[in-house]
Nanobody, 117 residues
């Protein structure tokens, strides 16, 4: 079993910052990509940011320049630094880790982020 546990969410005023963390535990797997997704009420789950084994990153247009994804050297923890938060960033944020052996996407339970105006 592989478990992902997110932390760092909560309530923040517009313009503020939060840092999300996601820690992997359980059996050893070969992770090749890490990502953060979010789902606002009544909407689909959307990609926020990804980082791959070479540390190349990709961001949704809506967060480019405000959010930064990173990971630790062992690849067991992925972070999302969120700056200049806006009310439209309010959502449940999910971390994802992709393994290529075995081939599988692992997901966290999600953590709420609420940005007040």
């Amino acid at each position: 079993q592989v478990q992902l546990a997110e932390s760092g969410g909560g309530l923040v005023e517009a313009g503020g910052s939060l840092r999300l963390s996601c820690v992997r535990s359980g059996r050893m797997v070969n992770i090749v990509a890490w990502g953060w997704y979010r789902q606002a009420p009544g909407k689909q789950r959307d990609l926020v940011a990804t980082i791959d084994i070479s540390r190349s990153t990709n961001y949704a247009d809506s967060v480019e320049g405000r959010f930064t994804i990173s990971r630790d050297i062992r690849g067991t923890t992925v972070y999302l630094q969120m700056n200049d938060l806006k009310p439209e960033d309010t959502a449940v944020y999910y971390c994802m880790m992709r393994s290529n052996w075995p081939a599988h996407d692992y997901w966290g339970q999600g953590i709420p982020v609420t940005v007040s105006s």
